[in-house]
């Protein structure tokens, strides 16, 4: 087998403040062993907490295996891996990796190489890993079905906040318990805590039917591609059929009920704010509008100047003798009627509000539709002829072909020609930058270096449309991407470069899973590039693609 030194490897098993907790884990282990009720996966809500739990585990001195599942986990573990070159395991963790897996224990996160979650899987599946510590991806389509599941914590960070868990994430993360064909039960258990509420924990276990939402949005990409297809008119009809339309519709319906309702007690009150000497409602109107301009200057005060001050106090004035002068002003009833008045006025006002919401949510998805049409008419990749049809110009039919999050952006770069001047590891390190995100509880992270060469004048170029587009998105009333991060791009430059993992994942900052996700997205557009991109950029583009895939993104299958 591989030997190697069994030092504390970079990122997986970092070093991290130990958590309280009221049992300790090994202990639960040990519980769970001696009731026979594994295999289990605990849901630890964090990856540094996963990688942790492993650690506490182990050096408690658990073990799970006998010698011949040792023998066999070794013997699968350095099959899977034996593409990996030995500097690179180490880097990984890989020793600390392999001896929790002998003993019976890993973690399962995003963090971790693909090729590692694989055999951890793997392993899980033929009972030789009998616990894993895992976040809450592995409930998203993942077969690793366990006899039981355990929650530590019944809430999690959103990126903002600790929040509870929702009834329908408790019923994804419990329904991993229990193997189809081996189990007749599954069990889930919940680690007690000092202030936990057992009544919300049962109504967690309780409720069963939870909203499914749609996420759907119209891109650019799409509009090209229905556009082409099927002409807008029948393009509008298939959005008004979509989920997404009918979610809409569907919210509409009660909105319109409301309206209703709203609108019955609005006749109610107009009938009890009625006044036999005249048009109360328009009294009222007036009393509002003196109420109002009192109001504005109470607020402006002294700032405002002594020709406002004049003007305002003409304008109340002549309210007020308006007001005087009208025949409900008289009305021994006066202040009964104001008080139904005001009562109309507002809820008027909350009716009005509502209708406003029935108004943009009809139709919704088609109109976000158009206001995309409008954006792509405007910057020249669809032509109107005089029937009013649109159609794909030149620049229209390269955008067809550009898939992802900022497909506008990378189309106008290459008719702006904004990446001639890059070489392979730079037009990399840019492609990295249109497809990379930061977690959301890393905040904003601090810019890093720019590689050097013809990058920082291509990102400056980059960076001018991307603002350009962002206005004339949000002058059509649609919602601008997020700015470009250049956080990833030295990282990325000097691994197309062909510099060390351990060099590339120091400056990423990163752990080796995400580094390799993210370069999977790289390859993807890099790869997209390379075939609508035409000269320099297309040959950068295919010189790139050798360049990024390689070593632990070639031999991870998992993006």
Sequence with gaps: GRGGPRGRGRGRFA????????????????????????????????????????????????????????DEIRAIVEERCRTIRDEDLAVLGYWEWLDGLQRGVAAHHAGMLPAFKEVVEELFLRKLVRVVFATETLALGINMPARTVVLEKLEKFNGEARVPITPGEYTQLTGRAGRRGIDVEGHSVIQWRAGMNPQAVASLASRRTYPLNSSFRP??????????????????????????????????????????????????????????????????????EIGELERRGAVRGESASHAEREKRQGQLNSLRRRMKAHPCHACSDREQHARWAERWWKLRRETDEIERQIRSRTGAVAKVFDRITEV?????????DEAGELSL??????????????????????RKQAWTELDPAGLAAMAC??????????????????????????????????????DVERDHRLPGSNPISTSLALAMNMWARGLPLDAVLREADMAAGDFVRWAKQTIDLLDQLSVVAD?????????ALDSVRRGIVAYSTVA
Excluded at 25 to 49: D, H, M, Q, T
Excluded at 249 to 277: F, N
Excluded at 376 to 384: A, I, P, Q, S, T
């Design 393 to 414: 110009t030149p620049n229209g039919r390269t955008l067809r072909r550009i898939y992802g999050e900022r497909d506008l952006l990378v189309a106008e770069c290459l």
């Design 433 to 470: 930058c249109l497809v990379f995100e930061p977690r959301r509880e890393e905040g904003t992270l601090n810019e890093k270096f720019l590689p050097r060469g013809g990058f920082p004048e291509a990102l400056e170029k980059t960076q001018l449309l991307w603002a350009r587009l962002d």
């Design 219 to 288: 891109s650019y990409n799409m509009a090209c591609n229905l556009i082409e297809q099927f002409g807008r008119t029948r393009t509008r009809e298939i959005l008004e059929s979509s989920f997404a339309q009918f979610q809409a519709d569907r919210s509409v319906v009660d909105l319109a009920r409301r309206v209703r309702q709203q609108e019955e007690s609005l006749a109610g009150y107009v009938t009890a704010m009625q006044c036999h000497l005249g048009d109360f409602e328009q009294y009222a109107a007036i009393r509002r």
């Design 376 to 384: 792509l008419l405007e910057l020249g990749y669809f032509r109107r």
């Design 535 to 543: 000269g320099k950029v297309g040959r950068a583009a295919r010189t």
């Design 15 to 70: 070093d991290t403040r130990p958590a309280e907790e009221l049992v300790p884990r090994s202990e639960v282990v040990e519980i769970l062993e001696g009731k026979n009720l594994l295999p289990a996966i605990f849901f630890v809500f964090s990856r540094a907490g996963c990688d942790q739990a492993v650690r506490q585990v182990l050096r408690s001195g658990v073990r799970l295996t006998e010698r011949h599942e040792r």
